[in-house]
């Protein structure tokens, strides 16, 4: 499909704005040349456009492919005019689509400039004094050549096609290795402190598609961490983001977002698409669903974590008889065991270091490099350079429980029955509309200090069990302060038989993040 | 009594306020040890939620101990 378009007679605007329309786009920008009467000091009358043609059209693409990579815009379309034209007539017009304004306008301005400075056309200018002359479109002002603080690329025309050589000289990797990067598959889960440097990597390599998962949006609390951000993306989905920092890296790369975390519904699916899937998130519900799901679909998944100032790394290769996470530690650990950043801190290099060590991890896996022969755990600690090496025994871990894939199907059958346990309102009066009935299991004090403002019964969690006969019948809401105990609750009821019982996720907290979401009588 | 050399991770290490230390004792097994341990420093963490590494090995807790020995107690961590 052609993007530009030369054309004997006036366009039709409406199409070409219509062929931009997109539900991902969020800003629109158009720039239109007319015809002006004058030029240089002399009165024109009109002008005649003259094209090569094939030329043309060819460069006209290239111009808005560029501009499209290099903005990590949604899509872009130019119009260029030959033939006679009248003063005030329209000459060009460009128009770009993008989720943000910024780039719209940007992209808009690139397609222009360049335009103006590369397409083959020329002006016969038509002076009123009767006399003619031809007017080279050259030596523009290129704007986009000026921008020293926002993506930083070549100065000079179009972006370099990525040069691998720096790699391909490395006797293991050649051109044959990478032609297998640009194969490749890999899905990244997480874009954050982890899977910054995950991805710039990958991206750098010419790893062929990448996958991002990340449903949170940026704060400005992550970049001190987390390289490939700016501070005005503070808001932005991180997701989006990446992908377009992956665009102006290297465009050759094709990326595909998930801005909503894997689950067990469609986790397997997922991974089943790629090659390789690199864990980079800070949360043990995804890490030990992203073990699963590699087992299950025989997926490798390298996985790290951080702690304040050291990390883990352990590859799980999902080969047969290899170990797993729950061959280390069988159980998801309860909320609150295991630190998190947010809890507990982060040296911002930290998560670099590992994340880059999750890289070439990747890289040696893609590229079928020599690797250690032993599943290992590795322990880094930098602030005093220890590290531990510690060889996995297979024999010791899901074995002695009818083996990884065992483990893992019987751990994803239980987390695919949790999967509707907890269901998400943005308020209550949602929920009570939608038929069911609250059930408020706070205790007496807690509900005393911050009243639900909606009408509930209030049976304490831990007594929730002995009500069940009550609640028979009923499509039951259980809500707590965060869920948890809603969650745990609503469980207990399940195993006796109460099946029409969900939790509120999130709790009370989710619903008080956003404002305005506890309607009436709310404190 | 023996001696052996403990080295700490991730919370462990926050609790303990070292990254490492020697340690004489008398325990039996690794389990008693890391009972010994904790109730020194408060450690939150119960033994179940950890692995435990002699000289380098994964280790089980029932392991008994030898003078010189290296031991490490890990936590799984979440930071990403």
Redesign the interface.
């Known amino acids: 499909m052609s993007r530009f378009e030369l054309s004997g007679a006036p366009a039709d605007l409406d199409a070409l704005r219509e062929a931009l329309q997109h539900p991902g786009s969020g800003g629109f920008c158009t720039f239109e040349g007319w015809v002006r009467d004058s030029n240089e000091g002399r009165d024109v009358d009109g002008l005649d456009y003259e094209a090569y043609d094939d030329l043309a059209r060819a460069e006209g693409d290239l111009i808005i492919e560029e501009a499209i990579a290099r903005y990590g815009v949604t899509d872009a379309r130019c119009m260029h005019r030959t033939g006679s034209l009248q003063v005030g007539d329209l000459a060009v017009w460009v128009g770009v689509a993008a989720a943000h304004r910024d780039e719209a306008f940007r992209a808009c301005r690139y397609i222009i400039d360049e335009i103006k400075h590369r397409l083959p056309i020329w002006k016969k200018e038509h002076y009123l004094d009767g006399d003619t002359a031809w007017v080279a479109c050259t030596h523009v002002h290129r704007e986009h050549e000026h921008e020293h603080d926002h993506i930083h690329h070549d100065r000079t025309g179009p972006p370099l096609a990525p040069d691998y050589s720096r790699q391909t000289r490395l006797r293991e990797v050649g051109e044959a290795g990478q032609a297998r990067l640009a194969a490749a598959r890999v899905l990244v889960i997480?874009a954050?402190?982890?899977?910054c440097p995950v991805l710039s990597y990958l991206a750098g390599a010419g790893v062929g598609a990448l996958g991002v998962v990340d449903g949170d949006r940026l704060d400005a609390s992550n970049l001190h961490r987390q390289t490939i951000y700016d501070a005005r993306d503070v808001g932005e989905l991180k997701a989006e983001l990446a992908k377009r920092r992956i665009a102006a890296l290297n465009p050759t790369v094709a990326v595909q977002t998930w801005t909503e975390p894997l689950h067990a519904g469609n986790i397997a699916e997922v991974f089943a698409e790629f090659d390789l899937v690199v864990e980079?998130?800070?949360?043990?519900r995804s890490?030990y669903l992203s073990n699963d799901a590699a087992i299950l679909t025989g997926t490798p998944l390298i996985l790290?974590?951080?702690?304040?100032y050291?990390?883990?790394l352990q590859v799980v290769s999902a080969k047969p008889g290899a170990p797993c996470l729950r061959c280390?530690?069988p159980e998801e650990?309860?909320p609150g065991?295991?630190?998190?950043?947010v809890e507990?801190g982060?040296l911002g290099p930290v998560?670099g270091v590992l994340g880059a060590m999750q890289a070439a991890e990747a890289l040696k896996i893609l590229l079928d490099l020599p690797r250690q022969a032993d599943d290992l755990?590795l322990?880094y600690?930098l602030?005093?350079h220890?590290s531990?090496?510690?060889?996995?025994?297979a024999a010791?871990g899901c074995a002695s429980h009818g083996g990884c894939i065992e483990v893992a199907r019987r751990a994803m059958a239980s987390a695919q029955d949790r999967a509707d346990l907890s269901i998400r309102f943005e308020n209550l009066v949602d929920a009570l509309s939608a038929g069911f009935s609250l059930v408020d299991v706070r205790d007496p004090d807690e509900i005393a200090a911050d009243p639900l403002g909606a009408p509930a019964r209030q049976t304490p969690a831990s007594q929730v069990v002995d009500h069940a006969d009550e609640f028979a019948g009923e499509r039951l809401l259980l809500i707590c302060s965060s869920g948890r105990r809603s969650d745990h609750a609503a469980r207990l009821l399940r195993e006796k038989g109460t099946r029409n019982v969900h939790s509120l996720a999130g709790g009370l907290k989710a619903l008080r993040r956003a404002p305005n979401l506890i309607t009436q009588g709310s404190d | 009594m023996i001696t052996v050399s403990l080295q700490y991770f991730a919370q462990l290490r926050e609790q303990a306020g070292t990254s490492g230390e020697q340690w004489s004792t008398a325990a039996g097994s690794l389990r008693e040890l890391y009972a010994e341990v904790g109730a020194r420093h408060g450690f939150s963490l119960p033994a179940d939620a950890l692995k435990v590494a002699v000289n380098a090995r994964f280790s089980d807790w029932s392991r008994p101990l030898s003078d010189g020995d290296t031991v490490v107690f890990i936590p799984p961590v979440a930071g990403g």
């Open positions: 997480g954050g402190g982890l899977g980079c998130t800070d949360d043990m890490r790290a974590s951080v702690y304040q050291e990390g883990q280390l530690w650990p309860a065991v295991a630190g998190s950043c507990s982060v998560p755990l322990l600690n602030l005093d220890t531990q090496r510690l060889p996995i025994d010791a």
